[in-house]
């Protein structure tokens, strides 16, 4: 049986109105030290948006979202925070920095496969739709 490993994560939330304090999950940022794995999901929801801040221009934010996705993959266009080691980055992206995209608390647990459990958590967490 492969041996558990500790990560951390964060949810990023889009806040389009700071006013009214709604949000909504748009991504995930997996950090896994001991299985040397950073990665990132985003899925800006236009119609959520669209329908909670009507004159809002979903594509900004859009470019915010991937640009997140990048730094977490340390894409060398991404700029030099996207030079910086895997932890510093995660907590550089779980850092407030926007009162539009905004990071959840860090929260923690174990997997075998950091991969496959970003993909779980950003499709429980911020995939819209039926769940069977």
Known sequence: MPASDPFQYAVWRVVPDIERGERFNAGVVLFARTRDFL???VALDADVLAAMAPSRDPEPLARQLEG???????????GPIARLDRHQRFHWLTAPASTVVQPSDIHTGVCEDPAAT??????????RGPRG
């Open 39 to 41: 990665g990132a999901r």
């Open 118 to 127: 970003l993909e779980r958590l950003f499709t429980r967490l911020v995939v």
């Open 68 to 78: 997140l996705v990048s730094v977490a993959a340390g894409d060398p266009g991404a």
